[in-house]
């Protein structure tokens, strides 16, 4: 009987290891300087990427966009405006709004109307591809109102 349940144990190991990491796709955005030759401002374009399927598939995408694009991506154009080092701080999703929190860095140094249409499409467009979000909702430390502001 002991050696049953060590063996039923060990297969439900495997099966939720399994399933814990399975990758799925997901499209994260960014300018392209081949695509958009004439820097449109807030025209992105879609590049997959592999996340571990998981609850927050969300949050992964918002990850992987502020990861920035791979090398073989600058190399066919794709470009962020996003600066380094940018954290979330939360994520939620109520009633098709997503409300993304970020630390401060999302806006030092960022100035400009051009490149913050930029900034909020890539965010924007990264987080419309799942449903139910229809509208986002960028805040710094609960501040909504003048982020990203030109």
């Known amino acids: 009987m002991y050696r049953f349940l060590i063996f039923i144990i060990a ?3 495997i099966v939720a290891g399994y399933f814990a990491f399975q990758k799925t796709t997901v499209q994260v955005f960014f ?3 081949l695509l958009d030759p004439e820097f449109s401002c807030d025209k992105v374009f879609p590049v997959d990427r592999r996340v571990i399927r998981m609850k927050a598939v969300e949050k992964a995408a918002l990850e992987e966009l502020l990861k920035g694009p791979t090398e073989q991506e600058r190399k066919a154009g794709f470009f962020t405006n996003i600066n380094e080092g ?5 994520l939620s999703i109520k009633g098709g709004v997503a409300k993304i929190e970020f630390d401060e860095q999302l806006e030092f140094q960022v100035g400009g ?3 913050v249409a930029a900034i909020r499409a890539q965010i924007t467009e990264t987080l419309k ?3 139910p979000v229809e509208e986002v909702l960028i805040s710094i ?8 502001q030109p």
């Open 11 to 13: 297969i439900l190991a």
């Open 86 to 90: 940018v954290k979330i701080e939360g």
């Open 129 to 131: 591809q799942f449903l």
């Open 31 to 33: 300018n392209n300087s």
């Open 141 to 148: 430390n609960g501040r909504t109102e003048d982020v990203l």
């Open 113 to 115: 109307s051009c490149r």
